[in-house]
Every structure is written in C-alpha cells, then in structure tokens.
C-alpha cells in the first residue's frame, strides 16, 4: 500500500512540474523586449522589394512605416493596441509577390497591407488579397487599371491619369515648350503615362516630333537619342524609371541635345542625382512633395523624419509609405477592427490629414495635391503647386 502511495505521489509530483514548465514555456512566449502577444497588436504586412536591384525602395516604404509605427505606439497606439509591423520581400518580382501574398493572407492576424512598388506586382499580388478581402495600400503603383474589379487595391501615389497631364501642362503651359520628344519605358507603367501625356500635351497645342521607347535595364539609348535630335524638339520629356533615366540624361547631353528637360516623379531619388550628376542641372519634375515644401504638414513630417533618420531628408516613397501605413490606421480605429471593416473604412476615407494635405480615396485612388519641382544645385526644390490649366 505505501509503495502504490509513493508512486502516486512520485506521479503527480512529475505531473506538477511538467504543468509549470509548460505553463513557464507559454508565459514567455511572444515576451521579448519589443514584442507583444497575440490579440494585443495591430498587425500589418509591408511587401516590398528587400533585396535586388529595387532594395533601396523597399528599404524607404521601411523607413516611411516605422516612422509612422513608432509616433501611433509612442502616442499610446490604436484602440489600446500597439501597431507591429511583418516585413515580405516580393523582391520587386510578380511570380514572387504571388507567393508572398498567399504566405500574408494564411496569417489571420494581417489585417493589411502596405505595398509593393511595382504595378506588375501590385496585379500579381491583388487577387489573392481580394479573394480575403484584405486591403492593399501600395505608396508608388500609380495604373490606375490597378483598381478595377477589385475591392482591396488601394493607391497612395496619384495615378497616372491625373499627374502625366499635368506633365504635359508643366512641359507646355509653364515651360513654353512647343516641340516635344518622349522616351518612355515600355511596360505598362511606362507606355501608360505616355499615353496620357501625349493626349494631354496635343490637347494643349503640343507638337509631338518624336515618341521613343527605352526597355528596362538598357544602357545605351544612343540610338533613340540621336532620332530625336534629328527632329530638333525644344523640350526632352522622359518617362522612365530613375537608373534609365540617369544615362538618358548623360547620353542626351553627351549628344549635343541641349532643350529643356522635363521628368516624371520617379527621378526623385538620391540614386538619380548619383548618377546623373551635373548632367540633370536644371531640369524640372512632377512630386507629391519635397523637403523645401513650404506646406506646413510637408515641414512637420521632413522635421520628424529628419530626427529619427540622422539629418536625412525624406521623399516620396518614405512619405506615401507614412500616408499609407497611417490611412490604414485610421480606417481601423474608426471603422473597426476586422479585415472587413478596415476596407470599408478605406473606401470612405475622407479629408484624412496625409503629409501633402488633405486625403481622399475615390474609387480606391488618391486624391490630393501635387507639386512642380527643379533640379537646383543639386537638390530637387519647390517650384509650384501643379495643376491642369
């Protein structure tokens, strides 16, 4: 009888301390210093390109989102909740976003998304996410076939509709540009933006002399080039991503192409200036915003940033990425805290105060303010508020 008693109590001793060990074991899971526990966050993926040739964008929309995590948690969070932030590398590649898009929607907790920079990404990715009804804010795609037959596809930059007209009113209207020759990358971005920037400028009185293509990751646009000096055009317009743009310009110039020069907002980038050097001198642009953006809601954020980010100034990406992770923010502590409810808070976004000023989503595009800027020595200023004339 003892001996059955002792290994009784020998049984329920081992049983005890295998309780705390796993009741220890769960206690400290999720405990770390920064982390919280599951229920007691607000959840959102960032897909974006993290490495290859596209990782400095990717590592702006980071630097954009944590800016904005860090000011919601440090002011208490949302709903008694801290924001937490995943990170997915698409590596700027459709076939990969595809993948990465099924890993983030398998995760319940997500309750939007922040990304990508690519169209073709972004039309990778947004079926799966519509499928779950899990919102997408990309801070750069700017096709505005983006948003159709979809419900989650949510744009911060302006699309391309809107701003390659106002291209052709800065190229015409405010440069006095009456010959006009276009490069433009082709793929679907590119030959877009063409397109609403030739009807514009035609529209305006423009005489389009030349229209040439330039493929992504080409070196040698010579050969464009010298048809378009063969055409004598007083204004360049080129509309293409920064790292083709660069060596157009250097090229353009190399060939003896001096006219007026007239970019899109993807040349807003620290890596163009690398590259183009003096070369881009004067040239003018289309942006959300740039640091000498007299708007006090533009000098608020660059201040900010500036702080968190040692003396670095912000630009678009950064911005839209900020705009974007804090419109998903709002939808959610004002419209609830479902996958469901944070899209329908998007769809009726309204006056939210973004850095550029007021936002709207209208049929899940942006609608705000955009800015004419110019290269002067070296660093993209203010020129004017953009607008169609």
């Given at each position: 009888?003892?001996?059955?008693?002792?290994?009784?109590?020998?049984?329920?001793?081992?049983?005890?301390?295998?309780?705390?060990?796993?009741?220890?074991?769960?206690?400290?899971?999720?405990?770390?210093?920064?982390?919280?526990?599951?229920?007691?966050?607000?959840?959102?993926?960032?897909?974006?390109?993290?490495?290859?040739?596209?990782?400095?964008?990717?590592?702006?929309?980071?630097?954009?989102?944590?800016?904005?995590?860090?000011?919601?948690?440090?002011?208490?969070?949302?709903?008694?909740?801290?924001?937490?932030?995943?990170?997915?590398?698409?590596?700027?590649?459709?076939?990969?976003?595809?993948?990465?898009?099924?890993?983030?929607?398998?995760?319940?907790?997500?309750?939007?998304?922040?990304?990508?920079?690519?169209?073709?990404?972004?039309?990778?990715?947004?079926?799966?996410?519509?499928?779950?009804?899990?919102?997408?804010?990309?801070?750069?795609?700017?096709?505005?076939?983006?948003?159709?037959?979809?419900?989650?596809?949510?744009?911060?930059?302006?699309?391309?509709?809107?701003?390659a007209p106002m291209i052709a009113d800065l190229a015409i209207t405010e440069l006095d540009g009456k010959d006009i020759?276009?490069?433009?990358?082709?793929?679907?971005?590119?030959?877009?933006?063409?397109?609403?920037?030739?009807?514009?400028?035609?529209?305006?009185?423009?005489?389009?002399?030349?229209?040439?293509?330039?493929?992504?990751?080409?070196?040698?646009?010579?050969?464009?080039?010298?048809?378009?000096?063969?055409?004598?055009?007083?204004?360049?317009?080129?509309?293409?991503?920064?790292?083709?743009?660069?060596?157009?310009?250097?090229?353009?110039?190399?060939?003896?192409?001096?006219?007026?020069?007239?970019?899109?907002g993807t040349f807003i980038e620290d890596q163009f200036l690398e590259m183009a050097g003096e070369y881009a001198e004067?040239?003018?642009?289309?942006?959300?915003?740039?640091?000498?953006?007299?708007?006090?809601?533009?000098?608020?954020?660059?201040?900010?940033?500036?702080?968190?980010?040692?003396?670095?100034?912000?630009?678009?990406?950064?911005?839209?990425?900020?705009?974007?992770?804090?419109?998903?923010?709002?939808?959610?502590?004002?419209?609830?805290?479902?996958?469901?409810?944070?899209?329908?808070?998007?769809?009726?976004?309204?006056?939210?105060?973004?850095?550029?000023?007021?936002?709207?989503?209208?049929?899940?595009?942006?609608?705000?303010?955009?800015?004419?800027?110019?290269?002067?020595?070296?660093?993209?200023?203010?020129?004017?508020?953009?607008?169609i004339q």
């Amino acid at each position: 009888m003892k001996k059955n008693m002792m290994k009784s109590s020998i049984c329920l001793a081992l049983v005890l301390v295998l309780v705390m060990s796993l009741a220890g074991c769960s206690g400290n899971a999720g405990t770390e210093e920064g982390s919280e526990t599951a229920g007691e966050t607000v959840k959102i993926a960032v897909m974006a390109p993290l490495t290859g040739n596209l990782a400095n964008i990717g590592e702006q929309f980071k630097q954009g989102v944590e800016l904005k995590a860090k000011q919601i948690n440090e002011a208490g969070g949302v709903n008694g909740k801290k924001v937490e932030i995943e990170y997915f590398d698409d590596k700027g590649d459709a076939k990969e976003a595809a993948n990465i898009a099924q890993l983030i929607v398998n995760d319940e907790d997500i309750v939007a998304v922040v990304g990508s920079y690519t169209s073709s990404v972004c039309f990778a990715a947004t079926p799966i996410f519509d499928k779950v009804g899990l919102s997408m804010v990309t801070p750069s795609a700017s096709n505005p076939d983006l948003t159709k037959n979809n419900k989650v596809m949510f744009m911060m930059w302006t699309g391309f509709n809107v701003y390659a007209p106002m291209i052709a009113d800065l190229a015409i209207t405010e440069l006095d540009g009456k010959d006009i020759a276009v490069i433009y990358a082709y793929n679907d971005w590119g030959i877009g933006v063409k397109d609403y920037f030739v009807e514009r400028a035609k529209q305006l009185g423009g005489n389009i002399v030349a229209e040439e293509m330039a493929y992504d990751g080409d070196k040698d646009f010579k050969t464009q080039l010298t048809n378009i000096k063969s055409k004598n055009p007083d204004t360049l317009v080129i509309l293409t991503y920064y790292a083709e743009g660069a060596i157009i310009v250097q090229q353009a110039k190399a060939l003896g192409i001096d006219v007026q020069y007239v970019a899109s907002g993807t040349f807003i980038e620290d890596q163009f200036l690398e590259m183009a050097g003096e070369y881009a001198e004067g040239m003018y642009a289309i942006n959300e915003f740039v640091a000498d953006d007299p708007r006090p809601s533009v000098q608020e954020f660059v201040q900010a940033y500036k702080e968190e980010f040692n003396g670095e100034l912000p630009g678009n990406y950064q911005g839209n990425a900020y705009d974007a992770l804090g419109a998903i923010i709002h939808a959610y502590e004002n419209s609830g805290e479902t996958r469901e409810k944070v899209n329908e808070g998007l769809h009726n976004l309204q006056d939210y105060q973004g850095i550029s000023g007021p936002l709207t989503f209208k049929d899940q595009e942006i609608v705000k303010p955009q800015v004419f800027v110019q290269l002067k020595d070296g660093v993209w200023s203010y020129y004017k508020e953009a607008s169609i004339q």
